[in-house]
């Protein structure tokens, strides 16, 4: 049995296992996984296969539509991605629920289906993690993926509390922020309140009250 057949029989989803760059691409391409998120961080990997359930769902509908109707109405240039993968090839991989290149799209990658390569192109500004079972993780470890990934900002949401955790990334260091950096006057309060808002309200009230914000 060779040492790929053995990995993938004793693969562990949903938590950090030690694995070299070259048996992580096994895994993710892999058709056990391929549903699955994967992240790959200098000699771990981490592949997560929990579904998908309503608060996750909900919650990065109305990110995504917070994030774009700031952008639009301020007249920011964005490209939003959805679970789309990063890939600093031999050392990190990182696939988050939303990430967007913000302003500055002169060096964004073209489209295609393949991994965006980030010895190639820059990394989004801004990334987003939705965390239903993963929240320990997604302010630990994932953090300090996306920090050495170079991302400028990183949010946390907390689907079980509708509570945001902002990060700004300066120098490969992060620190918390209450106003997002890459999107200057969004206060993450505003954003908790748009989230509260979509657990008892349908979505077109929670946007005429977003849009009334940003008025």
Not at 22 to 43: C, P, Q, W
Not at 79 to 85: A, D, I
Request: proline fraction near 4%; hydrophobic fraction near 40%.
């Amino acid at each position: 049995m060779n040492t790929s057949t053995t990995l993938l029989q004793n693969f562990t989803t949903d938590t950090w296992v030690n694995c070299t760059w070259d048996e992580f691409i096994v895994l993710a391409y892999n058709a056990t996984y391929e549903n699955g998120k994967s992240y790959y961080n200098r000699g771990k990997a981490r592949i997560e296969m929990t579904p998908i359930g309503w608060n996750h769902a909900e919650d990065n509908s109305i990110i995504s539509t917070l994030v774009i109707l700031f952008c639009a109405l301020k007249k920011i240039p964005v490209k939003e991605l959805t679970n789309c993968s990063f890939r600093k090839t031999g050392l990190q991989e990182a696939q988050p629920d939303i990430a967007f290149y913000i302003a500055n799209l002169e060096n964004i990658p073209p489209r295609s289906n393949s991994p965006v390569d980030l010895n190639q192109f820059a990394p989004p500004a801004f990334v987003v993690e939705m965390a239903a079972s993963s929240l320990s993780e997604d302010l630990g470890e994932k953090r300090l993926l996306y920090e050495q990934l170079g991302v400028q900002e990183y949010w946390v949401v907390d689907v079980n509390r509708a509570e945001v955790t902002a990060f700004t990334i300066v120098d490969g260091g992060s620190r918390l922020i209450s106003i997002s950096q890459v999107l200057p006057g969004l206060t993450i309060t505003l954003v908790k309140e748009a989230l509260e808002r979509s657990h008892s309200q349908d979505h077109g009230a929670v946007t005429r009250w977003i849009l009334s914000q940003f008025s």
